[in-house]
């Protein structure tokens, strides 16, 4: 089915450890997200990519960095894990306006846990 | 920063009731979108309203869109269990191409 795709589902890191989230659409949209969920906090946007070469901050980039590797794939990658990054995270993509049919597609989500 | 107030937070209900949910800004919206979230899973866009006066009907979902373009309500008619979920409103800022998305509304909707 098309959409957008992320690994893994779920992961549990320790504190201090390093690791990437994949994500991968097929919606051929040029532009894509990554946004954690908390609890009471909503939808927060980490990193953006506008287009397949460029990658912006959102409003939390504080300890991510992130690859747009090609046209499809966007990763995130987390390179000290913290208690504090322990959240859900979503990869989207979208037309640039995000008015296209499908507004802003969204991953399942990957659940992390940092202990 | 364009805020999007979402209300109730909130709303457990019986299966049958009706129900409405709100989306507010001190901002004038250039387009709102409705999405909804089910446990486990990533939003899902329901409805885009781009015009003030708007209304949009989803089946039982009716979406409106304020005159002024400040605000938006989602009515359920007879709700069911399946309609139990997040149900987020998002805008874009003037000017921008970002997003920005509203804490939800928690809709539990009980058999």
């Known amino acids: 089915n098309a959409g957008v795709t992320q690994t893994p589902k779920f992961q549990v890191l320790k504190t201090g450890q390093s690791m990437t989230l994949q994500c991968a659409q097929d919606m051929n949209h040029n532009s894509m997200y990554w946004y954690r969920q908390d609890p009471g906090m909503g939808l927060r946007l980490i990193y953006y990519s506008a287009s397949e070469g460029t990658t912006d901050k959102g409003e939390v980039p504080n300890g991510y960095n992130v690859s747009r590797l090609n046209k499809r794939e966007f990763s995130l990658r987390l390179e000290s894990a913290a208690p504090s990054q322990t959240s859900v995270y979503f990869c989207?993509?979208?037309?640039?306006?995000?008015?296209?049919?499908?507004?802003?597609?969204f991953g399942s989500g990957t659940r992390l846990t940092v202990v | 920063t364009q805020l999007l107030e979402q209300s109730p937070q909130f709303l457990s209900i019986q299966e049958g009731e009706n129900l409405t949910v709100y989306c507010n800004s001190s901002s004038v919206f250039s387009s709102l979108q409705w999405y909804r979230q089910e446990p486990g899973e990533g939003p899902v866009l329901l409805v885009t309203?781009?015009?003030?006066?708007e209304v949009k009907k989803l089946k039982r979902l009716t979406f409106q869109f304020g005159d002024a373009r400040k605000d938006s309500s989602l009515h359920i008619t007879a709700a069911q269990p399946g309609d139990t979920g997040l149900y987020l409103c998002?805008?874009?800022?003037?000017?921008?191409?970002?997003?920005?998305f509203g804490r939800g509304t928690s809709l539990i909707v009980h058999p």
């Open positions: 309203v781009v015009t003030g006066g």
């Open positions: 998002a805008s874009r800022p003037g000017g921008s191409y970002i997003p920005t």
């Open positions: 989207a993509s979208s037309e640039p306006t995000g008015e296209g049919p499908y507004g802003y597609t």
